[in-house]
């Protein structure tokens, strides 16, 4: 079962790279989720929840790289946006690792209801630029 499905309509940015990075979030949420539902113990899903977490701290990256290179307007607002939900996810990964695993479903539901309602009130924000900046 999964968490959550990219759509075009829900989480396109015409922004290639962020679209594609975006589905790998997803995948990656969803396996996560899937893991912990489907009762996995420990080892899994703490290794899940590491890899989670890189790919969403990679994808925040490159995407700050690129509004960084065009000079997007928006970019230190939207930054700030990325610092609190990565400092938010640290602190949860710390006490799934410490053996509180229903946090892990936690994690899903808050990386999913932020990115739900981040892409369109922030990445889209970026697309003009990124296309053409």
Request: proline share 2%; glycine share 6%; net charge negative.
């Amino acid at each position: 079962m999964s968490l959550m499905t990219w759509t075009v309509e829900q989480h396109g940015t015409n922004v290639g790279f962020a679209d594609d990075e975006h589905k790998n979030v997803f995948k990656n949420l969803n396996i996560l989720y899937d893991l912990r539902m489907g009762g996995a113990g420990r080892p899994e899903i703490t290794e899940q929840t590491d890899i989670v977490l890189n790919i969403v701290a990679a994808h925040f990256a490159h995407e700050e790289q690129e509004m960084q290179a065009k000079k997007f307007v928006g970019y230190e607002r939207h930054k700030a946006e990325h610092d609190d939900l990565i400092n938010t996810c640290i602190a949860m990964e710390t006490k799934i690792k410490a053996g509180e695993l229903e946090l892990s479903k936690r994690l899903c539901q808050l990386i999913k209801s932020w990115f739900d309602s981040h892409i369109p009130e922030y990445d889209r924000a970026y697309a003009h630029t990124l296309n053409n900046g």
